[in-house]
């Protein structure tokens, strides 16, 4: 009886966790970006997005082209271990941002990223006037009929990492700036959807970002297989005793 009991209590304290919320981790330790993919506009720009190998964080650099051709976002696409990105509903999105200059625009995170439309929410941070904006947009083009959803203050740091969390909860949206709850809103437009990281012309760095939720699976995009990891042993193996 006691042994059932134990039994039913361990699997209580095992799946019960499980089922209330997932976390996903991407830190591009591991130097890729698979799962991440460009949106389709200014994709052909020369405006670069990729992980930074010595940042070991992703990186979006304008190449100097004019905001107009550099302006974009990389979307968080999924993988064979995390499908169901489009279902993601209610979840919290930290990311660390880098700004290099006190200047507009750098962008920021976005969620319920609709992979068919396009259709977000955005925070933009305002490093000239220190201010923090949520948007929402119905498709990709950032003059597609954005719009402001809520407002907040920041104080722009340059060449070190603060945290921005975009937290969708129902049509509860709220921001928080290194852990300060700095905008509270109320939007039904985007329902679900994946994250993304976006900018307009300024480089920026994005690290450590955080996916929290019901529907997320627990997922580390930075972690070596452990076959993967026997596998570069073996091809190491076999070069050094050639
Ligand atoms: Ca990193
Ligand atoms: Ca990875």
């Known amino acids: 009886m006691l042994k059932e009991f134990i039994s ?20 591009f330790d591991d130097g890729d970006n698979e799962g991440w993919e460009r949106s389709p506009q200014n994709k052909d720009s020369k405006a670069f997005w990729g992980v930074d190998k010595k940042e070991k964080a992703m990186k979006f650099d304008p190449k100097g082209v004019g905001w107009k051709e550099a302006i974009s976002q990389m979307n968080f696409v999924g993988t064979d271990q995390v499908k169901n990105v489009r279902e993601w509903k209610d979840y919290d999105v930290e990311v660390d941002i880098k700004l290099t200059e006190a200047a507009n625009f750098p962008g920021g995170p976005r969620g319920r990223v609709d992979l068919k439309t396009g259709g977000h929410y955005v925070v933009w941070l305002y490093p000239t006037s220190g201010e923090l904006k949520l ?108």
């Not at 361990?10 to 919320?21: N, T």
């Not at 997320?216 to 190491?236: C, F, Q, Y």
């Open 8 to 27: 039913v209590l361990i699997a209580l304290m095992v799946f019960v966790p499980i089922s209330i919320a997932g976390t996903l981790i991407e830190d």
């Open 135 to 242: 948007y929402k947009n119905p498709g990709w083009d950032i003059n597609a009929g954005l719009e402001t959803v809520g407002a907040g203050k920041f104080k722009p740091k340059v060449d070190e990492y603060h945290k921005v969390k975009l937290s969708m909860r129902g049509s509860d949206i709220k921001v928080y700036y290194d852990g300060n709850l700095e905008i509270e809103a109320k939007d039904k437009s985007h329902k679900q959807g994946t994250i993304a990281v976006g900018s307009q012309d300024r480089v920026v760095y994005f690290d450590n970002i955080k996916v929290e939720g019901p529907d997320i699976p627990n997922t580390d995009m930075s972690s070596v297989e452990p076959e993967g990891k026997l596998t570069s042993i073996w091809a190491r193996i076999k070069t050094d005793n050639r």
